[in-house]
């Protein structure tokens, strides 16, 4: 991806999982962002995605990531979090897993007052018809990785600046803008915290690795 966007650093490698495929399970890494760097899965067209010319221009990094979903924008205000799970016996597909972890986030997000927080579409965490958040998952040789990014409060003008509108949306989306889509936690939970955020996933995701996931997945 170099060629397409400025070399990115080991925080925004970091920020985008790339080396979770090679790591041992249990392990949950949880980061608020420092940098804007932008983040795609191996399956997406980065030129359909992704304003590439901008990115370049601004010397914003395009990493790829080892799940699936679609484009983001990490950057300031926004923790990312990833859960390396060794799977049970006999799970081949993905959608128990995603759910399972899915509303493990949305839990500890709607404790910390952001009301009924739920799964729209296939990998949204939304509040009403506004995402907060976005979830991806890779499933392969008994082990699962989830990832998921909060916008906490980052500058969301940026998703507009560097995304393009995606190639695939949920159907509730209704050709939205990015701008008219997403909204903040902070919008809903106000005076909240990065580190706040990051320890709740932190909590939630640790508790899904260290006990695995149950058989009644």
Not at 66 to 75: E, T
């Amino acid at each position: 991806m170099e060629h397409l966007s400025a070399v990115p650093s080991a925080h925004a490698l970091s920020l985008a999982g790339a080396d979770l495929p090679q790591r041992t399970p249990p392990l949950v890494r949880v980061e608020p962002a420092r940098e804007v760097v932008v983040v795609l899965p191996r399956s997406r067209d980065p030129l359909r995605e992704v304003f590439v010319e901008r990115c370049r221009g601004d010397r914003v990094p395009i990493v790829l990531r080892p799940s699936g979903g679609g484009a983001v924008v990490l950057s300031p205000g926004v923790v990312a979090a990833s859960a390396l799970l060794d799977v049970p016996a006999g799970f081949v597909f993905p959608e128990p897993i995603f759910r399972a972890l899915g509303a493990r986030v949305s839990g500890a997000l709607g404790a910390l007052g952001a009301g009924a927080v739920g799964m729209r579409g296939v990998s949204d965490l939304c509040v009403g018809d506004r995402k907060i958040a976005g979830s991806s998952l890779r499933l392969w040789r008994g082990r699962a990785l989830y990832q998921v990014s909060v916008l906490v409060e980052p500058d969301l003008d940026l998703i507009d600046r560097y995304l393009r509108h995606p190639s695939r949306e949920p159907a509730y989306r209704a050709g939205r803008s990015h701008r008219d889509f997403v909204a903040s936690l902070r919008d809903l939970v106000p005076g909240v915290s990065e580190a706040v955020v990051a320890d709740a996933l932190a909590s939630a995701l640790t508790g899904a690795a260290l006990h695995a996931l149950a058989p009644s997945v």
